[in-house]
């Protein structure tokens, strides 16, 4: 029981480390934020960012690379 527990924790613990990797890279190496449709409102003492092609495209992203992982 706990070896199958040991190895969810583990699993998770590298995906969280890719996905982290990814957020402090991403914009740099693959222009993500700063896509068109993206929503940025700036003002003097205000500034408003939704990130929206963004997120779709991570999402299918995402979802893809899920469904690979799940038919195994």
């Given at each position: 029981?706990?070896?199958?527990?040991?190895?969810?924790?583990?699993?998770?613990?590298?995906?969280?480390?890719v996905?982290?990797?990814?957020?402090?890279?991403?914009?740099?190496?693959?222009?993500?934020?700063?896509l068109?449709?993206?929503?940025?409102?700036?003002?003097?003492?205000?500034?408003?960012?939704?990130?929206?092609?963004?997120?779709?495209?991570?999402?299918?992203?995402?979802?893809?690379?899920?469904?690979?992982?799940?038919?195994?």
């Amino acid at each position: 029981m706990f070896e199958a527990l040991g190895k969810t924790i583990l699993i998770f613990g590298l995906v969280m480390v890719v996905i982290g990797v990814l957020m402090i890279t991403g914009g740099k190496l693959f222009g993500l934020g700063r896509l068109p449709g993206d929503i940025l409102i700036q003002k003097e003492n205000f500034s408003f960012y939704f990130p929206v092609a963004t997120s779709i495209i991570l999402s299918i992203l995402i979802t893809i690379i899920i469904n690979i992982l799940a038919r195994r």
